[in-house]
């Protein structure tokens, strides 16, 4: 990697529009101190509580933390968890103008029981439904009447609902119309909403299913990267946990080795990767030079602890750190 590729001082206050599943990441923090009478599981006693947009939000507020002007669009209900993933977003100076609040809607929440060594419990409040034909058609105006504004579109598709086909294919085409770049996280059964995004962000779990979703025949890192390279018409940033990243393109693959710990918490790391990687390109920075900062911001985020968002100055320092070695 070239000294430019080191230079985080490629940033710039860049805008972006974030679209996608919002969530709401709900911490219990406490202490295992007995076995239950009741059947054999932990009692925890509490002694902390903690809140965190999840999701879409989580990149959204990793975004606006590195230093961009985030639009997020997406849908939550009208509930005190949507009151507290609203609250929180605006802490960090996301603009939330396009969430929509729907009254019949119940505000996806994961609840992470935390013990002395760890988490020990994780409860989903979800209820599976996709957003109706009217929100969709809200969400979409507004990306037309905002996405002249942005430098990147990132889509942070969870498959709770918020993403469909038709909504995919309006943003794709608006992007395409205003030349901004589309970085987008997504699942194996919605892979194919997205051909000719500027890049897609499967780990390797995601990339195995879709690769045999999708007739290969290969579970090679070599082939299965090509391959989605080939079916999408987009580049793959492939993670691959402690192994670091992999960057395939049509003219081939570029290995970048992890900068974290063995023990890495990795609650929220894609969507800080997916963030760091939106917002280097929305700066101007070539792909592989926005890869190689969205691995250093990965290994940032992933020594601390629960759902976080990683800052410049922390990339910045990191990024000097790795000159050095």
Request: hydrophobic share 45%; charged share 25%.
């Amino acid at each position: 990697m070239n000294k430019r590729s080191e230079d985080t001082k490629l940033f710039k206050n860049c805008r972006v529009g974030v679209v996608g599943d919002i969530m709401l990441d709900h911490y219990v923090f406490g202490r295992v101190h007995r076995i239950s009478p009741e059947a054999p599981v932990p009692i925890v006693l509490v002694s902390g509580e903690s809140y965190a947009p999840g999701g879409a939000g989580n990149t959204a507020r990793n975004m606006a933390t590195l230093g961009a002007k985030v639009d997020l669009l997406g849908e939550i209900g009208r509930d005190s968890a949507a009151d507290i993933v609203l609250k929180e977003l605006k802490k960090c100076g996301v603009k939330t103008d396009g969430v929509i609040r729907n009254n019949t809607k119940e505000t996806i929440e994961k609840i992470r029981i935390v013990g002395q060594s760890g988490q020990l419990l994780r409860v989903d409040k979800e209820k599976p439904g996709s957003i109706s034909q009217e929100t969709e058609r809200v969400i979409a105006r507004y990306v037309t009447s905002h996405i002249g504004t942005w430098d990147v579109v990132v889509i942070s598709d969870y498959a709770k609902g918020v993403i469909s086909a038709a909504l995919a294919k309006k943003i794709l085409a608006q992007a395409v119309r205003h030349r901004v770049p589309v970085v987008v996280d997504t699942k194996p059964k919605h892979f194919s909403f997205f051909k000719k995004a500027a890049v897609i962000t499967p780990n390797m779990k995601e990339a195995l299913e879709t690769v045999k979703m999708l007739g290969g025949t290969s579970v090679s890192l070599p082939y299965m990267g090509a391959f989605l390279v080939k079916v999408s018409g987009s580049a793959i940033l492939l993670t691959q946990g402690e192994k670091g990243l992999t960057l395939f393109e049509k003219d081939g693959a570029t290995y970048f080795r992890s900068v974290a710990a063995q023990d890495a918490n990795v609650v929220g790391a894609g969507d800080t990767v997916v963030a760091a990687l939106a917002f280097a390109l929305a700066s101007g920075s070539p792909l592989k030079e926005a890869a190689y900062l969205a691995n250093i911001a990965a290994g940032i985020a992933v020594r601390k602890e629960g759902t976080v968002a990683v800052t410049l100055s922390e990339v910045t320092s990191a990024v000097a750190r790795e000159r050095l070695r």
